[in-house]
């Protein structure tokens, strides 16, 4: 098949590439530290080599050239193509996430120069050539006539449930602190019909306490911190029961969530899985909590958080 010949990207690039700083998260951390997370997020795996080697290989790889000036004001740069919105409201990472839902109904995840050749084999067959910004370009002139996603501003309520599919076993008798446990948004969160959190965006919540089931019917528990996830723009947002919820409606969402016998409960940043009729008062001797992969649940947004959205198509 012939090359996908990119036409009128040029103006499309010069807007992409005066996206300004990135976030702060973003900016954290040693020079190598920080080289090491764009790493991951092109390539899926950290590189050898000197520090000056490796970042003109990201920037030839994304932009199709080396940059120049200090070396640290050219990984703030890249940091900026990546996470930050350029002059027309939208990111890399935004592009590539709302590519990925309207050709796929969800949001992928791994890194970005796999995602992109998926997205080119879905449309033209087999992957493009160019720069990674090239290549997205020509992906959103298919999509959209004029190469722009609509974006909106958006504040996501505290309160607003997620729906989670756990993938990994959590078991009360098997789960140490420490552990980690991956889940993945299941269901588009919308906000006045623009999507804030995709299907597809992954978290890893982390076994923050855990009791085994032992004698005298002591029953076994868990408590997860479900940390964040990203948002459409890839702004973190925070996942647990909200303080009103842990005190008065957490056996409603565990059985919207379909944990059947499992009760919800915990602080805000907490959720603690437990047998049912333990958080009722009844004495069950010696039962484990154990929640299989692939179980959905429905957790909450601890704290409101503005985002930019995705405008419903």
């Known amino acids: 098949m012939a090359r996908l010949r990119y036409r009128?990207?040029?103006?499309?690039?010069?807007?992409?590439?005066?996206a300004g700083m990135a976030p702060a998260g973003?900016?954290?951390?040693?020079?190598?530290?920080?080289?090491?997370a764009l790493e991951v997020a092109a390539y899926g795996e950290v590189h050898q080599g000197s520090l000056l080697?490796?970042?003109?290989?990201?920037?030839?790889?994304l932009l199709g050239s080396t940059q120049?000036?200090?070396?640290?004001?050219?990984?703030?740069?890249?940091?900026?193509?990546?996470?930050?919105?350029?002059?027309?409201?939208?990111s890399l990472m935004m592009r590539l996430n709302a590519a990925e839902?309207?050709?796929?109904?969800?949001?992928?995840?791994?890194?970005?120069?796999?995602?992109?050749r998926a997205l080119e084999e879905v449309i033209m067959g087999e992957a493009q050539q160019g720069s990674i910004l090239q290549r997205l370009a020509g992906i959103a002139q298919v999509i959209w006539p004029d190469g722009?996603?609509?974006?909106?501003?958006?504040?996501?309520?505290?309160?607003?449930?997620?729906?989670?599919?756990?993938?990994?076993?959590v078991n009360s008798g098997k789960a140490k602190v420490g552990n980690t446990i991956p889940f993945t948004?299941?269901?588009?969160?919308?906000?006045?019909?623009?999507?804030?959190?995709?299907?597809?965006a992954g978290g890893k919540a982390t076994v923050s306490e855990v009791q085994a089931a032992g004698a005298l019917g002591r029953s076994g528990k868990v408590a997860l911190d479900f940390g964040t996830v990203p948002a459409f723009d890839g702004t973190p947002v925070g996942l647990g029961?909200?303080?009103?919820?842990?005190?008065?409606?957490?056996?409603?969402?565990?059985?919207?969530?379909?944990?059947?016998?499992?009760?919800?409960?915990?602080?805000?940043?907490?959720?603690?899985?437990?047998?049912?009729?333990?958080?009722?008062?009844?004495?069950?001797?010696?039962?484990?909590?154990?929640?299989?992969?692939?179980?959905?649940?429905?957790?909450?947004?601890?704290?409101?958080?503005?985002?930019?959205?995705?405008?419903?198509?």
């Open 101 to 116: 839902w309207v050709l796929l109904g969800r949001q992928a995840a791994g890194a970005v120069e796999p995602r992109i």
């Open 68 to 90: 120049s000036g200090p070396l640290l004001d050219r990984l703030s740069r890249l940091n900026g193509l990546f996470y930050a919105p350029g002059r027309d409201g939208t």
């Open 241 to 313: 029961l909200t303080e009103r919820t842990s005190q008065s409606g957490s056996e409603e969402l565990a059985a919207a969530a379909g944990l059947t016998g499992v009760l919800l409960v915990g602080s805000a940043a907490t959720v603690v899985l437990a047998p049912l009729g333990l958080a009722a008062g009844a004495l069950i001797q010696g039962q484990n909590v154990v929640v299989p992969s692939g179980t959905e649940m429905v957790v909450e947004v601890t704290d409101a958080v503005p985002v930019a959205a995705l405008q419903g198509l």
């Open 185 to 200: 948004v299941v269901k588009d969160v919308t906000l006045d019909g623009d999507l804030v959190i995709l299907s597809g």
């Open 148 to 169: 722009k996603v609509g974006v909106a501003q958006r504040r996501i309520p505290a309160g607003t449930r997620v729906t989670i599919r756990l993938d990994a076993e």
């Open 53 to 61: 080697a490796r970042v003109e290989r990201v920037e030839t790889d």
């Open 26 to 36: 973003a900016q954290q951390g040693t020079p190598l530290a920080r080289l090491e």
């Open 8 to 18: 009128s990207l040029a103006t499309l690039l010069a807007l992409w590439l005066l």
